[in-house]
């Protein structure tokens, strides 16, 4: 039901001090994009169900968490920009699927009391 052999393992990390990968112009690899591939995972799946995206949105945390182990990174800042990277996009992804809010009914407008006339 869940598919656990995502497309995207081969996800490509920014990591300027693995020079094992293949790098781009700027000397590291892209961030990955995150919220569409993960938006593709769940267009497979009863995305409806809060606990198939909990899954979806798990297995991409433990994804990242083996290519960053297996990457050899070492640099905090660029680790954390790849995991604050894939937690925006699960924000964005699940903010899609709150309900709107409930309309506010306006409060109605009292007039000033007047003091009474003695």
Known sequence: MYAEAWPWLAI??????????????????ELADFEGLIRQALARQESSDPAVRQKVYQSSRNA?????????A?????????????????????AGFLPPPRPVAPQPVLAPQRPAAQ
């Open 12 to 29: 490509a990390i920014c990591f300027e001090s693995d020079k094992r990968s293949e790098i781009n112009a700027s000397g590291c690899m």
């Open 74 to 94: 070492s640099d905090p800042s660029a680790i954390n920009e790849q995991r604050n990277a894939l937690e925006n996009s699960i924000n964005r992804i699940e």
């Open 64 to 72: 990242l968490a083996k290519m960053i182990a297996a990457s050899g």
